[in-house]
């Protein structure tokens, strides 16, 4: 400070000057030192906390890449957006993009608008009117697209129904959905399931997508033909809120009847962020096989695709013969996934050709970790988005961290930001454990398995069901921490890490008891699925009279022939005694020529469980465990009765 006064002084020059040069190097002295002291200080709280969390590093990871999708989110209600108009802002932007690839057509982003518009002015000219449902029935094609946002411009309920219901099950879903017009995909087979239930479409008025027309339904396709395609008005939706249901999503439970789901358009909105996570962005090509009427395809992968736009190959239907080539002929960089899909995929003999793609990311569920590795190295697939989310959930999970079998995060610090917990659950009760002293939920340590709950408050919503509203008190959970309280009940389990990695474990249900102990279905069939002749295995718990609990029981589908030979037998058997626990081990083996699953290639159990190890009730080989042999043996009608008086004891 008194630097320039000095200065001045010349004849004091030689005794000042070392002070005037030496005050900048102390002060730049000081300023190293006092970085150096804040770096030290830095290095050691990181060091300390990497030591004492180490698991922060991906926390920040994983919130990078979170806030990257809720900042995309926020922009979108703070400009009042629904996905609607994300997707015509994406045809302002590019329209000469290609928006959807099909059976080798191109779709640019302005031919799909045109062709919504038109959908738009013939829903309006059919007297569909703001408030209705219509219901779409197609399989994968682009006109489900156009159809979808079609719809979306004059503000109305898609609901998606589901191309293989029929009869009893089909006509509950239109039911349940309430639509006052049904428009079906131009298939002779959709025809005949629609003719099938005419009698219960009194309130429904039937459309079809084909040229021609029949007593039962008229061509929407003619009266679309005679529209304009010009822009359509926004004013036709500007009464539409975020609380408007967008679309009724079925959820193909693996018992019951499907459900309704409702889909409002804010969390249409929530869904089309998604992808940020991996970065999804306007060079990448989406591949998709999965059914558009589920909510994996026809809301996740879809407004994700419009969000960024990015172009969608879009096939009718899943091949794993095409799989790949279709990857290399398009340049996809995206593969959208389902567990049992990869699991075809390798079943398919090793080809030279089989790394050779751009894939950067397979995004999806139910890829279990038996497959996971092998599935990530043989195709050399960089990424694995697995995601977890049932369409009726309030909110999701995503492998942001490209951990191996994981399906995301949880932590004491992400629960503070997303409000979801994990409660200790009793298998035997089927409810969460609660504390004896005042009775409220306890949370699950790492290491342990816990129910995925979601705290309703006002910005997580559990929108439920459409129909039956004792469907939507199921899913919630009450007085869970505190009196009041309100949860959304997932069902579903998963086991946490010491890192705080989440594992999916089982659906409720998928637990069964034996001698006293839990077996978790899944854990069983990863290590029958280790084996190189099992294709999958479904695991499930039978009872036998007279005993407690349920013995375990695993439906195996071979890769080669249809019944087991002897040593694939012992081989088997070799498996189970040294991976699982004695009372894990299955008791019972069934050979199935074809997994039994639902059409979004979950396992069902249902009827399995209801034939059991009973010879009559199936075709299919059976055998048992033999304690005696110490081996599995043919399971004759004369072992059964033994079995099932009591002579012999598993
Ligand atoms: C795929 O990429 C290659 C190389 O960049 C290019 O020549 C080819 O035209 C692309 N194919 C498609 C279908 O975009
Ligand atoms: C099995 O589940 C029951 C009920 O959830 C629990 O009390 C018990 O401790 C579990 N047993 C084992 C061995 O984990
Ligand atoms: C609602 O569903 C439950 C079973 O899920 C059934 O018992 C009940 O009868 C249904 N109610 C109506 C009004 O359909
Ligand atoms: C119930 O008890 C547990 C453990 O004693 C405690 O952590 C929790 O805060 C209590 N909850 C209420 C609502 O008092």
């Known amino acids: 400070m008194g630097c320039p006064m000095k200065h001045q002084h010349h004849h004091h020059a030689q005794v000042e000057k070392p002070s005037v040069t030496e005050i900048p190097v102390q002060t730049d002295l000081k300023i190293v030192w006092i970085i150096s002291i804040v770096v030290g200080l830095l290095t050691l709280v990181l060091a300390l906390l990497h030591y004492k969390y180490p698991w922060l590093k991906y926390d920040l ?138 009698e219960s479409l009194s309130d429904t008025e039937v459309f079809s997508i084909s040229e021609y027309e029949s007593d039962q339904r008229k061509s929407f396709k003619r009266i679309m033909d005679e529209q304009s395609t010009d822009d359509f008005p926004k004013e036709c939706r500007a009464d539409v809120t975020k609380n408007d249901i967008c679309q009724l999503i079925f959820t193909s439970g693996t018992t019951g009847l499907p459900k309704a789901a409702i889909i409002s358009q804010d969390k249409a909105l929530k869904g089309s962020v998604v992808c940020s996570t991996f970065n999804l962005g306007p060079n990448d090509v989406f591949y998709e096989t999965l059914p558009l009427y589920h909510s994996a395809a026809g809301e996740l992968a879809l407004f994700n695709v419009i969000d960024t736009g990015s172009t969608m190959v879009l096939r009718r239907k899943f091949s794993a013969r095409c799989f790949l080539a279709d990857c290399r002929k398009y340049n996809v960089t995206v593969i959208h996934y389902i567990g049992e899909l990869c699991r075809y995929l390798m079943a398919a003999p090793v080809t030279p050709e089989d790394r050779d793609h751009r894939i950067r990311v397979a995004f999806g569920n139910g890829l279990r970790s038996d497959v996971w590795r092998d599935f990530q190295e043989r195709f050399n697939i960089p990424h694995v988005a697995e995601f977890y ?68 408050h006002k910005s997580v919503k559990f929108e439920g069901y459409r129909g039956n509203k004792s469907d939507n008190q199921k899913k919630l959970l009450k007085n869970v921490f505190d009196e009041g309280d309100l949860y959304f009940d997932s069902g579903d389990l998963f086991r946490i890490d010491d890192n705080y990695f989440l594992y999916f474990r089982d659906r409720m249900g998928d637990t069964f008891r034996w001698k006293g102990e839990n077996v978790s279905t899944s854990e069983v069939t990863e290590v029958l699925n280790t084996l190189d002749f099992i294709q999958d295995s479904n695991v499930y718990g039978v009872e036998i009279p007279g005993c407690e609990g349920k013995a375990g029981m695993a439906a195996l589908t071979l890769k080669e022939g249809q019944v087991l030979t002897q040593d694939q037998i012992k081989t088997l058997h070799r498996q ?75």
């Open 61 to 198: 990871l994983h919130l990078k890449q979170m806030f990257r999708a809720i900042r995309r989110y926020t922009q979108k209600v703070r400009r009042n957006e629904f996905i609607i108009d994300t997707f015509e802002l994406t045809v302002t932007k590019h329209p000469e993009k290609i928006f959807i690839i099909y059976n080798d057509i191109h779709y640019s982003y302005y031919e799909v608008n045109q062709k919504a518009n038109q959908v738009a002015r013939a829903a309006l000219q059919i007297g569909v009117k703001k408030g209705d449902t219509v219901g779409i029935m197609l399989y994968n094609e682009p006109a489900f697209i156009w159809l979808f946002f079609g719809l979306q411009k004059i503000g109305v309920t898609v609901a998606y129904i589901n191309v293989f219901l029929r009869s009893k099950s089909l006509a509950h879903c239109v039911e349940v959905s309430q639509s006052n017009f049904l428009i079906i995909g131009d298939d002779a087979d959709l025809d005949s399931a629609i003719e099938d239930i005419g």
């Open 389 to 456: 989310g049932a369409t009726e959930a309030p909110v999701g999970l995503i492998n942001i961290c490209n951990q191996l079998g994981s399906i995301g995060r949880t932590s004491p610090l992400l629960k503070k930001i997303f409000k979801i917990e994990f409660l200790r659950y009793d298998h035997e009760t089927r409810e969460p454990v609660r504390n004896k002293i005042n009775n409220s939920c306890i949370i699950a340590k790492p290491g342990e398995v816990g129910l995925l709950v979601v705290k309703i």
């Open 576 to 650: 189970c005694s040294n991976e699982l626990a004695s009372y894990a081990r299955p008791k019972f083996i069934r050979v199935q020529k074809q997994m039994s699953l639902t059409s979004t290639f979950k396992q069902r159990k249902i009827e399995l469980i209801d034939e059991g190890f009973d010879p009559k009730k199936t075709e299919e080989p059976l055998y048992y465990y033999n304690p005696i042999h110490e081996q599995y043996d043919g399971l004759t009608d004369e072992v059964f009765s033994d079995i099932v008086s009591g002579v012999y004891r598993l």
